[in-house]
């Protein structure tokens, strides 16, 4: 749409009060980019006064690259066309905000060009929150690259393929769709901001509630992510935290009976501390169990001795073993090969309805 000015002037001195009471910012300039006319929103969001605004080249307002796409749009506004975009600047006081700008161009009455008049809304708030969304999924992205080359370096095999597969497809499912949503959302309430700022508010509040979802989903993959310091706190220690962390969580009680003669080797501690929280996280998504049982022993043979025992739902063992996908839903593939890693023996005992052991010896080497 095209405006002349007499018809600007016309509008503005008609709706003198729709202009100055407008939720949104408005700037008229003219042919040389100079601002001459600006309304009370404009100045309080700028923090710059009107006499401080009038007469100056609308540029001497921005920096940088933003300068350059002020002046690139204005010569889009010298061919008669209108356009829609984003910018950042800085108030009086040197606070950044960015802005969404709809500006279309000015003619006089013989239709030669005269200027432009711009509606400018302040998307500060929209704009960071997708920024520090953005940023959230850069560091959760490094976090899993990280832990990732850490079971990578300490387990090695079939055993890592099969906990990054199952790691991505948690993040998949969770993480990702939530963080998509998300944006989707902020989308949305940006496009809402001038029309309906009543369903952006709802709008907003649900967003709050998805991201609460995204931040447990974040912690819970950091916890199946994070790697104990073993030669520090000691392997017992590391079990007990991770039993009462796992019982936190879950709701779900679980004991540790421990009769271990020896110090273990790093490669037994680091293997067997995985088949167990591999064991544990079956439980949490498929056993609906309410008690654990786990037991952890030498023998004289120099062997240790692994037994993880609930008292949930069970499976049928046969379609498991003969199913890989379904096998390897219930983690028995990635245990049973960490087993392998270590020269040990694992086998699985369950009954629909009776609930599930797993068993492993493992030798000790020096």
């Known amino acids: 749409m095209v405006y002349k000015v007499d018809q600007a002037e016309e509008l503005e001195g008609k709706y003198r009060m729709f202009f100055e009471n407008m939720g949104e910012g408005v700037c008229i300039l003219n042919e040389n980019m100079a601002i001459i006319s600006v309304n009370d929103k404009l100045c309080e969001t700028s923090g ?9 080249e609308v540029t001497s307002f921005f920096e940088g690259a933003n300068k350059k796409i002020i002046e690139k749009e204005f010569k889009k506004r010298t061919k008669g066309k209108t356009s ?14 960015f802005f969404s700008v709809c500006s279309v161009p ?22 960071k929150a997708e920024e520090k969304l953005k940023e959230h999924t850069i560091e959760l992205e490094k976090e899993v690259e990280e832990r990732t080359e850490q079971l990578v370096d300490l387990y090695g095999g079939v055993a890592v393929t099969e906990e990054r597969n199952r790691l991505a497809q948690e993040i998949h499912d969770g993480l990702a769709q939530t963080l998509a949503s998300s944006l989707l959302k902020i989308d949305f309430c940006e496009r809402l901001l001038d029309d309906n700022p009543k369903k952006v508010k709802k709008e907003l509040l649900a967003l709050r509630k998805i991201l609460a979802k995204g931040i447990k989903a974040t912690r819970h993959v950091i916890f199946d992510l994070r790697l104990p310091k073993f030669h520090r ?22 004991t540790l009976n421990l009769k271990v003669e020896e110090s273990l ?21 498929h056993a609906k169990a309410k008690n654990v049982d786990l037991r952890l022993r030498t023998d004289k043979n120099r062997n240790l001795r692994l037994i993880v025992k609930d008292d949930g739902k069970g499976f049928d063992l046969n379609r498991a073993l003969t199913q890989s996908k379904y096998a390897k839903n219930f983690g028995l593939t990635g245990m049973e090969e960490q087993t392998k890693l270590l020269g040990g023996i694992f086998t699985v005992k369950t009954e629909k309805g009776q609930g599930t052991k797993i068993e492993v010896k493992v030798p000790i080497e020096e």
């Open 48 to 56: 710059y006064s009107r006499d401080e605004l009038l007469g100056k």
């Open 84 to 97: 829609h975009y984003t910018v950042a600047a800085k108030t009086k006081e040197g606070k950044e905000l």
């Open 106 to 127: 000015l003619f006089d009455k013989e239709g030669k060009f005269d200027g432009a008049v711009a509606v400018i809304s302040d998307i500060t708030k929209t704009k």
């Open 233 to 254: 706190t000691g392997f017992v220690t590391v079990l007990r935290k991770y039993l009462e962390e796992f019982r936190r969580k879950t709701g779900i009680a679980a």
């Open 265 to 285: 080797p790093m490669k037994i501690q680091v293997g067997t501390y995985r088949i167990i929280r591999e064991a544990m996280n079956n439980i949490r998504k």
